[in-house]
C-alpha cells in the first residue's frame, strides 16, 4: 500500500538532471536516506518497510538516469552525461541541504552499499549510522566475479550471456562491448535483454517469469545502459578504494547483513570491511537472498533501523 507522502520533488542539478525525490514517515522523526541497487534500479515503494515511520522520516531518492528522475536513460543517451558516482554523492549531499537534515541514518543495498560507504567516507560528520545489504564494493574481485567467474554454476547462463559479445575476452572487454552496443539504437534492446536475462540467470530467474520490472522492456534498456556505464569505469574509483578508506569511517556505527551464498556479490568483500571496521557488526544470513526487499533481508534490516531507533530517541 501506497505510504502517505510528507513531501516530494525534483533536486535541480548543475547539470540537465533531475532528480526525483519524497519523503515519507514523521515529520519529526529520525532521517534516513535509501540509496537503491543498481546501478540503475530506481527506488521502490517497499523500500519504506525497511523503517519504523512512526519513529523516522525516510528519503527515496532516483539516482541520475532512473526511476522518476529526468532525463531517463531508457529513453536518451543524455541520461548518461554528467552520470557519474562524483555526481550521485553531490546529489546526496545537495539533497540534505535542502531538506535542512544536519546527519541521517544512510541505507544501501548492494550498489547503494558501495554509493553509502563512500558518501560516508566523504562527509562522515553527516552519517549518524550506515546499514548496508548484500554489501558490494565495485571492486574489480567484484566485477570479475558478478560476470564472468560465477559462469562456472551457470555455464549455460554464461554461454548465452556471452554469445552477443564473442570477440569480448576479458569481464573489463564483455562490459565495454556491452555498454557500446547499449548505445546503438539497432541493438540497444536485443543488448539489453541479453544483459538482463544474465542479471537475473545467477538467481535462477528467467526473464519471461521474474514479473516487474524486470517486465518491461525500457526498464531493462535503462537498467543495463546505466549499470554499463557504471561499471565500464569501474564507479570511477581506484580498485581497492572503499577498502583502503575504511579508516575515515572506523568509529562510525554500522550493521552489513549479507548472505553467505549471495551469488551476486561473495561474502569475502563484508568480511574485508568489518575487520577494518571495528565499531560496525557484521550479520551473516544463511541462504543466497541478495536483494534488501527479499522477506529475510527486510526483517533483519528492519531489526538493524529499529535498534539504531530505540537507542536515539529512547537512549
Not at 96 to 120: C, D, E, H, K, P
Not at 151 to 177: K, M, N, Q, S
Not at 237 to 265: E, T, W, Y
Request: aromatic fraction near 10%; charge should be negative; proline fraction near 5%.
Amino acid at each position: 500500500m501506497a505510504q502517505p507522502l510528507i513531501a516530494q520533488g525534483m533536486l535541480q542539478t548543475q547539470s540537465v538532471h533531475e532528480v526525483y525525490w519524497e519523503m515519507a514517515g514523521n515529520p519529526d522523526g529520525v532521517p534516513a536516506i535509501v540509496l537503491h541497487c543498481g546501478p540503475g534500479s530506481g527506488c521502490r515503494e517497499g523500500h519504506y518497510d525497511l523503517f519504523d515511520l512512526s519513529r523516522y522520516k525516510v528519503i527515496l531518492m532516483d539516482q541520475r538516469g532512473c526511476g522518476r528522475s529526468r532525463p531517463r536513460a531508457r529513453e536518451s543517451l543524455a541520461a548518461l552525461k554528467a552520470n557519474t558516482t562524483d555526481d550521485l554523492l553531490s546529489d546526496i549531499s545537495a539533497l540534505r541541504q535542502q531538506l535542512g537534515i544536519s546527519n541521517w541514518l544512510v541505507f544501501g543495498g548492494s550498489w547503494g552499499s558501495t554509493l553509502g560507504l563512500l558518501y560516508a567516507q566523504t562527509m562522515p560528520q553527516t552519517v549518524r549510522a550506515l546499514v548496508l545489504a548484500g554489501v558490494a564494493t565495485t571492486s574489480d574481485h567484484d566485477l570479475a566475479w558478478l560476470y564472468g567467474d560465477i559462469g562456472g554454476f551457470y555455464p549455460e547462463a554464461l554461454d548465452d550471456f556471452c554469445a552477443l559479445v564473442p570477440h569480448a575476452a576479458t569481464v573489463p572487454e564483455r562490459i565495454e562491448t556491452y555498454a557500446t552496443l547499449l548505445q546503438d539504437g539497432d541493438t540497444a534492446q536485443s543488448a539489453a535483454d541479453a544483459w538482463c536475462r544474465w542479471e537475473l540467470a545467477i538467481f535462477g530467474q528467467d526473464l519471461g517469469e521474474a514479473g516487474q520490472p524486470w517486465a518491461d522492456p525500457g526498464y531493462r534498456l535503462g537498467f543495463a545502459r546505466i549499470v554499463t556505464h557504471y561499471f565500464r569505469n569501474r564507479a570511477w574509483r581506484a580498485d581497492g578504494h572503499i577498502l583502503n578508506q575504511m579508516h575515515r569511517i572506523k568509529d562510525l556505527p554500522g550493521v552489513m547483513i549479507h548472505s553467505r551464498f549471495d551469488p551476486s556479490c561473495p561474502l569475502r568483500a563484508a568480511w574485508a570491511l568489518a575487520k577494518r571496521w571495528p565499531a560496525a557488526r557484521l550479520e551473516i544470513l544463511g541462504g543466497n537472498d541478495h536483494s534488501a526487499l527479499s522477506s529475510r533481508m527486510k526483517m533483519r534490516i528492519r531489526a538493524a533501523t529499529d535498534a539504531y531507533a530505540s537507542e536515539w530517541c529512547f537512549g
